[in-house]
């Protein structure tokens, strides 16, 4: 099994839907990500939490919010998505500060 | 501001071709530096990492990257590119101090691989 998973993997939706997307891991991090991936933009970081407490914002958090179940799942929210939301979302995490991220196999997301 | 540059948006070399992407990186110390491969379809795999010691840095799938202080940079080579090798690198940037606990990427390098 995959030490970071999210579900779905793909995910066609409509503008003004709320969808989530979730991300499990079974590394034993305390930190966690979601990053956004668009041709030509590299990835962006959305959000980012160090642990179960403690949520930050990152450089492009507008539209979308999160939550830290527990130590291993954090998921991502669009509570109205729109079009320029569509792309690859990625999940991450890591053990130590400015250490290794572990990736998640991606959720393809398209807004409709 | 920390900051990761790959100045070459896309490469194509023949297959056996030698092979060398850049990064640079705009840092007040020496941070820990990481390249990631992302094949297509697939989330990103730590090809190699340098965190201290040794400033040449050996990976997986035959690759190795450099650190040089003076230049700032941490370019990825590989001597004989294979054609699974076609994929996108990304050079990531950790801090080792300070506030800042988040990787810092570059826009990535597309590499094609011409049989």
């Known amino acids: 099994d995959a030490d970071v998973t999210q579900t779905p993997r793909n995910r066609i939706t409509k503008t003004g839907k709320r969808i989530m997307l979730e991300c499990s891991q079974t590394?034993?991090?305390?930190?966690m990500y979601w990053y956004r991936q668009d041709p030509g933009l590299g990835l962006r970081l959305i959000y980012y939490?160090?642990?179960?407490?403690?949520?930050n914002k990152g450089e492009i958090s507008d539209g979308y919010s999160v939550s830290r179940q527990a130590q291993a799942k954090f998921s991502l929210s669009l509570e109205s998505a729109i079009p320029n939301q569509t792309a690859l979302y990625f999940c991450?995490?890591?053990?130590?500060?400015?250490?290794?991220?572990?990736f998640g196999q991606g959720t393809r997301l398209t807004v409709v | 501001a920390q900051s990761v540059t790959q100045p070459d948006i896309h490469i194509t070399v023949s297959e056996g071709a030698s092979l060398e992407l850049r990064c640079n990186y705009s840092?007040?110390?020496?941070?820990?530096l990481f390249w990631y491969v992302q094949s297509p379809g697939q989330g990103l795999q730590l090809l190699l990492k340098?965190?201290?010691?040794d400033t040449l840095v050996q990976g997986i799938k035959g690759f190795e990257a450099e650190f040089k202080r003076s230049q700032s940079s941490f370019n990825l080579r590989k001597p004989s590119v294979h054609w699974s090798d076609a994929a996108e690198y990304f050079c990531?940037?950790?801090?080792?101090?300070?506030?800042?606990?988040?990787?810092?990427w570059g826009l990535g390098t597309s590499l094609a691989v011409n049989p």
């Open positions: 991450a995490t890591s053990g130590v500060q400015g250490g290794e991220a572990f």
């Open positions: 590394k034993g991090h305390d930190r």
């Open positions: 939490s160090f642990d179960v407490k403690d949520i």
């Open positions: 840092y007040g110390a020496t941070p820990y």
């Open positions: 340098y965190f201290s010691g």
């Open positions: 990531a940037v950790g801090s080792t101090a300070g506030n800042n606990r988040k990787l810092i």
